[in-house]
């Protein structure tokens, strides 16, 4: 299974756009990068997902490089409610197993 | 749309015992559904991968017959936690497959042994 890698935690303001990078080095053609947060004791939540275009929908959204190698989850405007475990995974065509990594811990302030 | 739902949201119960969860997706049909278990403080670890009409597959390392898994319908996998233990106490979630889409996870189930 192709790995990701993030970086553990970042930082955000309320109200300002954040920027979530993902590197995904090992990629294959049928490799979809997907988007999951997730909040203290719930089940993960479906943010974005995409192939190789850009990709954008009510809550992000998701810029993939040319090469397919990296990928960045943009949240425009960023609110408490964002605060969350943010996780990128990559699966097999869209109906993969999706193998979670750690993440990155996105904290929001005021 | 894409509601998954799991029954129940938390449970207790003595060493020794069976616990089944149950995993329903609402307003979708869904040939495939997962099992992942989380620690404290740690990512998800997928379990199994539950196919409807199928045997389930299993991760390395997780006992079948430890962990029963049933999809008998395409909105409803069980998920049997046999003669429970302290360490089998976790938070698990499951997710169901929309076909053409991705999946979307339910709520979970935080499991507790005594």
């Known amino acids: 299974d192709a790995k990701t890698t993030q970086p553990n935690s970042m930082e955000s303001n309320e109200e300002e756009p954040v920027h979530l990078p993902c590197n995904h080095s090992t990629i294959s053609g049928t490799d979809y990068i997907h988007w999951y947060r997730q909040l203290p004791s719930q089940g993960p939540e479906y943010v974005i997902h995409g192939l190789t275009s850009n990709v954008n929908n009510r809550m992000a959204s998701l810029a993939i490089a040319e090469d397919r190698k990296s990928s960045t989850l943009i949240l425009h405007r960023a609110t408490l409610r964002d605060a969350a475990v943010y996780y990128c995974?990559?699966?097999?065509?869209?109906?993969?197993?999706?193998?979670f990594g750690q993440g990155t811990e996105l904290s929001v302030k005021p | 749309g894409a509601v998954v739902s799991q029954h129940p949201s938390r449970v207790i119960c003595k060493s020794g015992t069976s616990v089944k969860i149950e995993c329903r997706s609402l307003?979708?049909?869904?040939?495939?559904m997962f099992w992942y278990r989380q620690f404290p403080k740690q990512s998800l670890m997928l379990m199994a991968t539950s196919n409807e009409g199928s045997k389930a597959t299993y991760e390395q390392g997780v006992e079948k017959d430890k962990f029963l898994i049933n999809h008998a319908s395409l909105t409803l996998s069980t998920l049997t936690v046999t003669s429970a233990h302290p360490e089998d106490s976790s938070f698990y979630i499951c997710?169901?497959?929309?076909?053409?889409?991705?999946?979307?996870f339910g709520p979970g189930t935080r499991l507790t042994v005594l």
């Open positions: 995974i990559l699966g097999y065509n869209q109906g993969g197993k999706l193998i």
């Open positions: 307003d979708f049909q869904a040939t495939t």
């Open positions: 997710s169901a497959l929309r076909i053409t889409d991705t999946q979307y």
